[in-house]
């Protein structure tokens, strides 16, 4: 890496070429505000609040634009730099609302945060401010399925406008107008429609651009802990953080309030898909399983305990001849879930045909030169189970190709099916022929393992309720190969338990001693099984996050500008800031509170 | 100094391809075509030739910055966009001279090494569009522009491109975006246009005026040109005298032409029974210069001596009946209008500035509103991305400078104390 050294504030920096002084100043822990900049955008110099003075330049500069070069010398902290970030951040404000109160964005926002911290004390202004569609929260209009729009606190830093341009690829937000009267609008107001519109939220410094799902549902302050974890609801694996609302026991509504996006350059960059964010209302629905469910004799499925339903299961099992047991497994299954089906497979003598790996594949209606491509394949662990040595095969469209298994049961060939499927609902993709064929007797014993009541399971004999993939640690390989953990924020619901552990359980009733306590040994024995591929060297070592509960809620915000606050903001609101804080005490992880 | 770009504007027909071909029309690019395009650069760097556009930047250097070792192609993007107050002479010569713009281009287009000329008209030119349409018809018929240029051999292509009516749209990274088809907003720099313009390449902005100049540059040589004018101020010029002045027009003259004399001789000084008060020399943003402050060459350099600049050479000549507070709220109108918006301080400044000059001018300010103007000039000037800042913060700072006591007056009598005559006629009818 080649590196430049220059001087900010009279620190000698050293910095990667061809990067700004705005980036130079973040990595450093150097306070310089900035509202146009992304780290994932283009440059536009707009905002004009990131102005910094460097030595032979006549004017200031803006950081976000002028490349670090030898021997730079920049002030952040020289009165003329201060006054007109100051001014800027005036400007900002003489006609933003300060409806921080009723904002979503309120407690997480660069506007309020930078404006705390080099803003002026007092406004000038003496005039009305500048009014678009109503005021207060009237303000809030309709930008499509997924989001709403209030044009009075639009600071028009155009993060939005580039995002669907650069990123999204098809650009539907511009600005209308000019001057004065600029104001950020799509065509014929018809709102955003992308698959990848929620990134807006996350982009927009101020509460301009809310997500319909998110609004007025919580305060990053009631939002004490953040879990970083990864979304399985397709082979892409995008890193995400989990946000849990602090709730009593009697309140009612969900946990889990938002899932967003956590910087992973190599895999989602800052951005996951709509799916990702707004699909996960599943978890805490009414579908989910509570307890284990076995078919009575006149055909109605009655609530029963773990005992009850894992005996009654190997019992059928036995009756059927333990040989005969087939899987159909859903693509959401985890490597170590994986694992233990491979080895009660073969404890049972499951031969090798008598196991398909099955999953939803869609093409995502997206631009066709979109930056950020959601995949076909639904499921985030099709390349684990090939890499494990299962049965995975593909027609060219990205489906699975289950139809010599199909067949097996369709003929009746099959006595005992066992269906395990920890996905959303549809993602193990068509499996009503699996219904038909119990229906029509063709085949005799069916068993659902999964986390929702689906129509499957309800044709099932025995269902046993096990754990999405926001309630265990599980590993899953993307569809790069890269090996990635989802970590556990939430219990399952009711007696619903983690799957290692009903498959534990299950072949400890068959007279099969899996010998596992939790799924972290499960996790190194399949390490030491794929020794030999590479890509799992680290599988062993992963580290699981467990909820954070942050010291100050700051520390938690946003993620995909976690970065920035764990560098920049540790003296932020209500603090006023003074002077720049010693680097040695800034941490650049937040220390991790485990959870009881 | 003979008129030489304006000479024969007169003559009714002075725009045809005819009439030009009969008074040394396309003699400049001739010569060119024989001559090795860095030898032109040379050239136009030797006459001292600078933009015309308001920078007064030297156009030889422009031309050298161009990049010319990229693969890529270049433009020459010609600046018609003409819309500072105060300014209208880029008009007079596409409307009456037009093939000399051409052969401008075309002399440009050859010494970048482009193959292609650009002239973006500003949105209102409807008629100039369509003279410099049918007369560049007529070039390309007779083989002046196109394939094959005068028989060289070499292609060149002028498009003529009317904007949509922004006078952002002449600043010349916005005026590459518009004809990208964007918003007529400014590019951060560098990079430069002359590294990477219109689709991003090499690309060569320069007024009319500026690439007028090229064909008698071509004809009578760098040093002619350069000793028309003084040091480094060389060549004609075209100056636009408006306001209370008893001929308003364009005059050509060099630049050794004294403000006054420009005034009071060529203009027909100031209109009968009234004192001049106020001049602003290079349209509408840049200081103003007072009555004792005119007797300097029209110079770009001795115009900046005196703390103003020659800009675009449009002379706003003002007499006593000015108010000044009104007239710096006209023109914080146009500029608050005319903003851009993508930048903080201007989009949100602009209209701020004007709020405070309309209440000044009501007769309902403050006597802190004068330091409020100055804080909030001062956070424009120097702050904004493209030079559109520095000129919207000059009319509030240049006439508090000179004329406080006027802002004073109306804050103390509620009302306007200048013994405004056109006030009579209601405000409607003069301002807009
Ligand atoms: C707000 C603004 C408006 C401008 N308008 C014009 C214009 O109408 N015509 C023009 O030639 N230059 C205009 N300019 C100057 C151009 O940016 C550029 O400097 C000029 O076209 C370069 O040509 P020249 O070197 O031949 O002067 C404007 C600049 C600014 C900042
Ligand atoms: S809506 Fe948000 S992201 Fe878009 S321009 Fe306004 S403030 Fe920026
Ligand atoms: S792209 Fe795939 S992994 Fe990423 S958020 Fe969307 S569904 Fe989840
Ligand atoms: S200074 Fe004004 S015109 Fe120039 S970019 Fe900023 S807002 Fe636009
Ligand atoms: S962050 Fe640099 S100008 Fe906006």
């Known amino acids: 890496m080649e590196t430049v050294t220059l001087t900010i504030d009279g620190r000698q920096v050293t910095v990667e070429k061809g990067k700004t002084v705005l980036q130079g100043a973040i990595e450093h822990g150097i306070k310089v505000p900035y509202y146009c900049y992304h780290p994932g955008l283009e440059i536009d110099g707009s905002c004009r609040v990131c102005l910094v003075k460097i030595e032979k330049m006549p004017k200031l500069q803006t950081s976000c634009s002028t490349l670090v070069a030898e021997g730079m010398v920049v002030s952040t902290e020289a009165p003329d730099v201060v006054e007109a970030r100051a001014s800027v951040l005036e400007f900002l404000l003489i006609n933003h609302p300060l409806d921080c109160p009723v904002c979503d964005k309120g407690g997480e926002c660069p506007l309020q945060d930078f404006a705390y911290s080099f803003?002026?004390?007092?406004?000038?202004?003496?005039?009305?401010?500048?009014?678009?569609?109503?005021?207060?929260?009237?303000?809030?209009?309709?930008?499509?399925?997924?989001?709403?729009?209030?044009?009075?606190r639009c600071i028009l830093c155009t993060r939005c406008v580039r995002f669907m341009k650069e990123v999204d690829g098809d650009a539907q937000i511009n600005i209308v107008d000019r001057g004065y009267g600029s104001e950020i609008a799509t065509f014929q107001d018809e709102g955003v429609h992308s698959l990848i519109s929620g990134n807006l939220m996350d982009v927009c410094p101020v509460g301009a651009i809310t997500t319909k799902d998110y609004r007025f549902k919580s305060r990053p302050w009631d939002n004490p802990e953040a879990i970083d974890t990864i979304c399985t609801f397709c082979e892409r694996g995008c890193n995400t953080t989990a946000w849990l609302r602090a709730k009593p026991e009697w309140a009612k509504g969900a946990l889990l309030v938002r899932t967003t996006p956590r910087l992973n350059p190599d895999v989602n960059g800052y951005w996951m898909c709509d799916i990702g964010r707004?699909?996960?209302?599943?978890?805490?629905?009414?579908?989910?399983?509570?307890?284990?469910?076995?078919?009575?004799?006149?055909?109605?499925?009655?609530?029963?305990?773990?005992?009850?339903?894992?005996?009654?299961?190997?019992?059928?099992?036995?009756?059927?001849?333990?040989?005969?047991?087939?899987?159909?497994?859903?693509?959401?299954?985890?490597?170590?879930?994986?694992?233990?089906?491979?080895?009660?497979?073969?404890?049972?003598?499951?031969?090798?045909?008598?196991?398909?790996?099955?999953?939803?594949?869609?093409?995502?209606?997206?631009?066709?030169?979109?930056?950020?491509?959601?995949?076909?394949?639904?499921?985030?662990?099709?390349?684990?189970?090939?890499?494990?040595?299962?049965?995975?095969?593909?027609?060219?469209?990205?489906?699975?190709?289950?139809?010599?298994?199909?067949?097996?049961?369709?003929?009746?060939?099959?006595?005992?099916?066992?269906?395990?499927?920890?996905?959303?609902?549809?993602?193990?993709?068509?499996?009503?022929?699996?219904?038909?064929?119990?229906?029509?007797g063709k085949l005799a014993l069916l068993i659902v393992q999964g986390a929702l009541i689906t129509d499957l399971a309800r044709a099932a004999d025995i269902v046993l309720p096990g754990a999405s993939s926001f309630e265990k640690d599980a590993t899953y390989v993307n569809y790069q190969g890269r090996v990635q953990a989802a970590s556990r924020a939430l219990p399952a619901p009711g007696d619903a338990q983690e799957d290692w552990q009903i498959f534990v359980n299950l072949g400890l009733a068959l007279g099969i001693t899996l010998g596992y306590t939790d799924s972290a040994h499960v996790r190194a024995d399949v390490a030491a099984a794929m020794s030999s591929n590479a890509a799992y060297a680290g599988l062993a070592d992963l580290a699981f996050a467990r909820p954070v509960t942050a010291q100050h809620w700051l520390q938690a915000s946003n993620p995909s500008e976690r970065w920035k606050w764990d560098v920049m903001f540790q003296d932020l609101p209500p603090v006023k800031f003074a002077g720049r804080p010693d680097p040695s005490s800034i941490p650049t992880v937040i220390p991790l509170t485990e959870r009881d | 100094m003979e008129p030489i770009l304006t000479r024969y504007i007169q003559e009714s027909n002075s725009y045809t391809l005819d009439f030009f071909l009969k008074h040394e029309g396309y003699q400049g690019l001739r010569k060119a075509l024989a001559t090795q395009p860095n030898d032109i650069i040379e050239m136009v760097k030797a006459s001292g030739l600078r933009g015309r556009g308001g920078a007064g930047f030297p156009t030889g250097m422009k031309f050298q910055f161009v990049d010319k070792k990229t693969p890529k192609p270049k433009y020459i993007a010609c600046n018609a966009d003409e819309s500072e107050p105060g300014t209208f002479k880029d008009h007079v010569l596409m409307e009456r001279n037009p093939h000399l713009l051409f052969e401008g281009c075309l002399i440009g287009c050859w010494a970048i090494g482009a193959k292609m000329a650009y002239i973006y008209i500003r949105g209102e030119f409807y008629h100039v569009q369509k003279v410099l349409e049918s007369e560049l018809a007529k070039a390309y018929a007779q083989g002046y522009a196109g394939r094959n240029v005068m028989g060289s051999g070499w292609d060149c292509d002028i498009v003529i491109h009317r904007g949509a009516g922004a006078y952002e749209a002449g600043e010349e990274t916005a005026l590459i975006e518009s004809l990208e088809g964007k918003r007529a907003q400014p590019r951060i720099k560098p990079p430069f246009p002359a590294v990477q313009g219109l689709y991003d390449c090499p690309t060569a902005v320069n007024n009319v005026e500026t690439l007028c100049n090229l064909p008698c540059i071509m004809i009578n040589g760098a040093e002619w040109f350069a000793k028309l004018g003084p040091e480094k101020n060389g060549g004609p010029k075209l100056y636009c005298i408006s306001g209370h002045v008893k001929k308003p027009g364009v005059y050509e003259a060099s630049m050794n032409t004294t403000i006054k004399e420009l005034i009071f001789d060529r203009a027909g000084g100031i209109r009968e029974g009234h004192q001049l008060k106020a001049v602003i020399p290079g349209g509408s943003s840049v200081p103003i210069l007072l009555p004792d402050q005119l007797d300097i060459p029209a110079s770009f350099d001795s115009v900046q001596k005196a703390g103003s600049m020659l800009g675009s050479a449009g002379m706003i000549v003002m007499d006593e009946t000015t108010c000044m507070v009104w007239a710096a709220m006209n023109l914080m109108h146009f500029y608050k209008h005319e903003s851009c918006g993508k930048c903080t301080p201007c989009r949100e400044g602009g209209d701020w500035l004007w709020k405070i000059l309309a209440r000044i001018e009501r007769g309902e300010g403050q006597m802190r509103d004068l330091e409020l103007l100055t804080s909030i000039s001062n956070n424009i000037a120097g702050k904004t991305l493209c030079a559109f800042g520095d000129a919207e913060a000059t009319p509030p700072l240049t006439t508090l400078k000179h004329f406080r006591g006027e802002y004073e007056a109306h804050i103390r009598e509620g009302r306007c104390t200048v013994p405004a005559d056109w006030r009579a006629k209601g405000v409607a009818e003069v301002a807009h």
């Open chain 1, 119 to 152: 803003g002026p004390n007092e406004s000038r202004m003496e005039f009305p401010r500048r009014v678009f569609d109503g005021e207060g929260v009237k303000a809030d209009v309709d930008f499509g399925p997924t989001l709403m729009l209030n044009r009075n």
């Open chain 1, 278 to 440: 707004f699909d996960y209302h599943w978890i805490e629905g009414d579908d989910r399983l509570h307890r284990p469910l076995v078919k009575m004799e006149a055909g109605l499925q009655q609530p029963a305990d773990w005992r009850e339903a894992t005996a009654k299961a190997a019992d059928r099992i036995t009756a059927a001849g333990t040989g005969s047991l087939r899987f159909l497994i859903s693509a959401h299954a985890s490597l170590e879930e994986l694992f233990l089906i491979g080895r009660l497979g073969s404890a049972l003598g499951t031969p090798e045909d008598g196991v398909a790996i099955s999953w939803r594949a869609r093409e995502k209606p997206q631009p066709a030169d979109t930056k950020f491509k959601v995949p076909p394949i639904d499921a985030p662990n099709v390349n684990g189970a090939r890499d494990m040595g299962f049965p995975v095969k593909a027609s060219s469209d990205g489906r699975p190709d289950i139809s010599a298994f199909r067949q097996q049961v369709e003929q009746g060939r099959v006595k005992a099916l066992f269906v395990f499927d920890p996905g959303p609902p549809g993602s193990i993709g068509d499996v009503s022929w699996v219904s038909q064929a119990r229906a029509s």
